[in-house]
């Protein structure tokens, strides 16, 4: 495989880098974390033991993804984006004894496919992000975001939908629940608070 690593990044023995990935300066890459093909890991960036990585992740500058983290395809993740791991976190236990790795049990982020977490937002584990959903810059997500949602705030909550080319999408005049991509043109249907996408033959449509 052929990967490029920075010499001033950090970068395990036992983790795997995929084929094109590049890990910038001062970035940690901890033990048995698997990167896919053509990912890129910015500077001063932390992925966790063990986090899981698909093809094409973008993780800028600063970033720190705690295990047990795990981040589909396509996904990005903003400069110092935080994706916790402890839903209860504390340095000591209730006798004051500092508490150690085996003393909590870690809870992890799972953000899907082609999702973006924009920049010092914070998703507090355990959550998931669906699939080509949005968070806004600085939005603190406390629960899970459902697949091309837009959410922003804190807590995160939902202000419209968005499209795989992360445009907010409009809703068809005349055709309630029926969302529509004002650049590629690709259509979707709203029913119960999900939406879903259509298949690619009626995106033109």
């Known amino acids: 495989m052929t990967y490029r690593v920075q010499p001033t990044a ?23 974390a698997t ?32 295990e047990p983290a795990e981040l589909a395809d396509g996904v ?31 809870v992890g982020v799972k953000v ?20 080509w959903a949005m968070v806004a810059a600085g939005a603190v997500v406390t629960k899970d975001v459902p697949d091309f949602a837009l959410v922003v705030g804190v807590p995160a909550r939902r202000i419209g939908w968005v499209g795989r080319a992360g445009v907010r999408l409009e809703e068809r005049d005349g055709e309630p629940g029926v969302w529509e991509c004002p650049r590629t043109g690709s259509l979707h249907d709203e029913k119960n608070g999900v939406l879903t996408e259509r298949v690619l033959t009626e995106r033109a449509g």
């Open 76 to 106: 990005f993740i903003g400069p110092s984006v935080v994706l916790t791991n402890d839903h209860n976190p504390r340095s000591v236990d209730p006798e004051g004894k500092q508490k150690r790795g085996d003393d909590w049990e870690a």
């Open 35 to 66: 990167l896919g093909d053509g990912c890129v890991v910015g500077r001063g960036a932390y992925v966790g033991t063990g986090v899981r990585i698909g093809d094409n992740v973008k993780i800028q500058n600063y970033a720190l993804v705690y």
């Open 10 to 32: 950090q970068v395990d023995a036992t983790a795997v880098i995929g084929d094109g990935s590049s890990v910038w300066d001062l970035a940690q890459i901890r033990e048995h």
């Open 112 to 131: 899907a496919e082609g999702a973006s977490l924009g920049a010092r937002s914070v998703c507090v584990a355990p959550v998931r992000v669906g699939r």
